[in-house]
């Protein structure tokens, strides 16, 4: 696996031993079973518990973790994405204990320790249906009273609901403070539709009528959109980092099958315009990968500089995803278009990443807003 | 444990670095030639004020930082060369044409004899000499293998004849580096020889070719009869492909991601001017303000891809397909940077006369508009200079494929 950045020794070793653990034990032959219903991915996980006791690298010490930080996340997900299987690992130890990590209480240290020991898996609920990617458009509720705190409100196409233990929900409370509530997907009032994805992947349609929360988490009248948007951008630069072993993966098969096929009796790779299209392929992912190795280092500035590197990261993971992703498909010929070869499977992914948090144009768009031109 | 890129990451050390290079451009670089770089439209600044400029940068011991320390190298960590280029770059220092420093010496150093390292090298260092480069011929661009320029050797001579064609600034070299073919046996690659020589030899003739862009940077160069002598070969005869092949390495290596930075801080100060009078809301304003990101965007990935391979050459990785690959980002993303200030130039883009001349009257002009065509139009030579990037692709895909 070609490194984001120079790896220290612990995460070289910890990545290798996840890349193999990975191929012996989730090869692509069992991909559809691992992700045939959310209860399947069981052995996924208690192998990154158990047998690789990865899940605390890159949490806080306190927690029961190792401390790695996001670096350790990108490490990971760089592996998991070249196995066409990121979740539950990215909402749940990269968005979820990332949130809880920033979350004061008792209950936000205990959860958190939960998730390095395996046994929680915390998923954001936060974009609603008509939102688009504005984690600020809430109009999910939150109420308290009688001792309760009661939520209502629908939320749209939550990446891993599935997969959770609970769900930190965005709502807003009565003064239009932007809360998040800690609920159990077991709790009343709820009506919930798990959903495929065009990745393989699950999510959830979910809605709630007065479905009361376990807790609150933040303190009252903190407004909890910058961490948000922090979560956000940490999860995008997850999703990049996935997103370069995907397409390391892809550009391995493509180069092995272009080498083999032959067609006017002489192989694909002998004709330049493919060659040509190999090489523009080859540079989009590099950018991508330096790229996103480079944002790390952006990651602890100030909001405005985080966001502005962010959206640059993304902008050169997304187009070099359309490079690869589309040019994998169509340099395998019709073998591109089956379900039965892992590419068709990676370019959905990296299609869903693209995509992920809002187009290229978005974050051109954020970009340009960080240098208005006045 | 929380692990950052290294090349990130600024040090006391750089900062006081980056301070003493602001301070030599503060005192060094006069207006006069600060503005001569800001108007060089071209790939080089003019003759007479870029050496003007190289001397300068001589003087402090400057002038050829990437050179071994022995030579008058400056012996600076990667992250020094990247502060020393984009503190240049954002001073708009005239741009130093690289046949000498940046060519020829890195073959000397490599190929060369310890007498003709001492005979060329101090030369290029302190700005006595200019060099031209002979590679192309009219009939050999990309199948460059195939030059007919011909040397045969005659007692302590070689006697050339032939052309070689697109010779940057030949009308002001003092010297020249051929390939010229001294053997018809075997592959073309392999009866070819390189060469250095005095320009006012005898027999040679330059013949200015114009550019698109109106301007004089350009030459055909002919040998009639050439008489040079035989110290002139370097390297071994017959053997010269090699050192041509080292040679267009180096030439497509260095980094473009400080000069683009700085090109895309003119732009954006360019078009802050350009739309003052139009409403906030203006459409075309929003169009451009989202290229400009697009561009800052890109320069933000080649410039990580930059250091990335800096920081692996420190460590001493073979990374063979580097130079093509910086060569074809970096060129292609200066000439979607000249399209985006043609854009901003708006109908002024159209007019051509010298940038000199555009306050030079009671109707001034934006020079910034008349630089943008002329760089727009200079600039399609990017993709056609040092290997064409159709032949970068087909080297990426060849190691690609073999690997």
């Known amino acids: ?374 | 444990m929380v692990s950052s890129p290294a090349c990130n990451q600024s040090t006391a050390a750089d900062d006081a670095f980056r301070d003493e290079v602001r301070q030599f451009l503060a005192t060094e670089l006069t207006d006069d030639l600060r503005l001569a770089g800001q108007r060089t439209a071209g790939i080089f600044t003019d003759h007479d004020d870029g050496q003007r400029w190289f001397r300068i940068l001589a003087r402090r011991g400057w002038a050829v930082p990437h050179w071994p320390v022995q030579w008058g190298g400056c012996g600076w960590t990667p992250r020094q060369h990247a502060i020393f280029a984009s503190e240049l770059s954002a001073a708009q220092a005239p741009v130093l044409a690289p046949q000498g420093v940046r060519m020829v010496a890195p073959v000397l150093l490599a190929f060369g004899t310890p007498e003709q390292q001492a005979r060329w090298l101090p030369a290029i260092r302190n700005g006595d000499d200019y060099w031209a480069q002979g590679y192309s011929e009219p009939g050999s661009g990309s199948d460059l293998a195939s030059l007919q320029c011909k040397a045969v050797r005659d007692g302590d001579s070689y006697v050339i004849n032939g052309t070689k064609i697109w010779t940057t600034h030949a009308q002001w070299a003092n010297r020249i580096f051929c390939l010229v073919r001294t053997s018809s046996a075997g592959k073309p690659q392999q009866g070819i020889s390189f060469l250095l020589f005095d320009m006012d030899t005898p027999g040679i003739t330059v013949r200015p070719i114009i550019s698109i862009s109106g301007d004089h940077e350009l030459n055909q160069v002919f040998f009639d009869d050439v008489r040079v002598p035989a110290t002139a070969l370097l390297g071994e005869e017959n053997k010269g492909w090699t050192i041509a092949k080292y040679l267009l390495v180096h030439e497509r290596g260095g980094t473009y991601a400080p000069a683009l930075r700085a090109r895309l801080g003119r732009l954006q100060r360019a078009a802050v001017q350009a739309f003052a009078d139009r409403p906030a809301d203006d459409d075309e304003r929003r169009d451009v303000a989202r290229l400009l990101a697009d561009a800052a965007c890109r320069i933000d990935a080649l410039h990580a891809l930059e250091q990335q391979v800096l920081a692996a050459r420190i460590r001493g990785e073979d990374q063979p397909i580097a130079p093509s690959v910086g060569k074809l980002l970096g060129t292609e993303l200066r000439q979607f940077i000249t399209e985006i200030a043609v854009t901003i130039a708006g109908p002024y883009g159209a007019a051509r006369l010298p940038q000199a001349d555009c306050a030079a009257h009671v109707l001034a002009l934006p020079e910034d508009a008349i630089w943008a065509m002329s760089t727009y139009l200079n600039d399609r030579a990017a993709s056609i200079y040092a290997g064409t990037n159709e032949v970068q692709r087909n080297l990426i895909a060849q190691h690609l494929l073999s690997h």
């Open chain 1, 1 to 374: 696996m070609d490194a984001l950045f120079p790896l220290s020794d612990t995460q070289a070793l910890m990545q290798d031993s996840l890349s193999r653990w990975l191929q012996d034990h989730a090869p692509f032959e069992r991909r559809a079973g691992l992700l045939a219903t959310p209860e399947a991915i069981t052995p996924l996980w208690t192998g990154l518990t158990q047998s690789l006791g990865l899940l605390g690298a890159a949490l806080p010490e306190e927690s029961g973790g190792l401390g790695g930080g996001l670096a350790d996340h990108l490490v990971i997900l760089q592996a998991l994405g070249h196995a066409l299987l990121p979740e539950p690992y990215a909402a749940c130890v990269v968005t979820g204990a990332g949130l809880l990590q920033r979350l004061p209480g008792a209950r936000a240290r205990q959860l958190l320790a939960g998730v390095a020991d395996g046994t929680v898996r915390p998923v954001l609920a936060a974009l609603e249906p008509s939102g688009r990617h504005d984690l600020s458009q809430v109009a999910t509720t939150v109420r308290s009273g009688d001792g309760a705190s009661r939520l209502s409100g629908r939320k749209a196409v939550v990446r891993a609901a599935p997969y959770a233990t609970h769900w930190l929900v965005s709502a807003r409370d009565e003064a239009g403070t932007l809360r998040l509530a800690l609920v159990r997907p077991d709790a009343s009032g709820i009506s919930r539709r798990d959903l495929r994805l065009a990745d393989g992947g699950w999510a959830a349609e979910l809605a709630f009528d007065a479905t009361p929360a376990e807790a609150l988490l933040g303190d009252a009248g903190t407004d909890l959109l910058p961490l948000l948007l922090q979560a956000a951008d940490e999860a995008l630069l997850a999703a990049g980092a996935e997103a370069v072993g995907v397409m390391q993966r892809l550009m391995h098969d493509t180069l092995d099958y272009v080498r083999q096929r032959q067609q006017f009796g002489t192989p694909l790779a002998s004709f330049q315009v493919v060659q040509h299209r190999l090489a523009d392929m080859h540079m989009a992912w590099l950018l991508a990968r330096a790229l996103v190795g480079a944002t790390l280092a952006a990651m602890d500035q100030p909001a405005p500089e985080r966001r502005r590197a962010v959206a640059s990261a993304q902008v050169a993971v997304a187009r070099a995803a359309r490079s690869v992703g589309q040019g994998a498909v169509q340099l395998h010929g019709g073998m591109g278009m089956t379900d039965e070869l892992a590419v068709g499977h990676a370019f959905k992914r990296l299609t869903l990443i693209e995509h992920h948090f809002g187009s290229v144009d978005v974050h051109l768009r954020r970009v340009a807003a960080y240098q208005p031109l006045r």
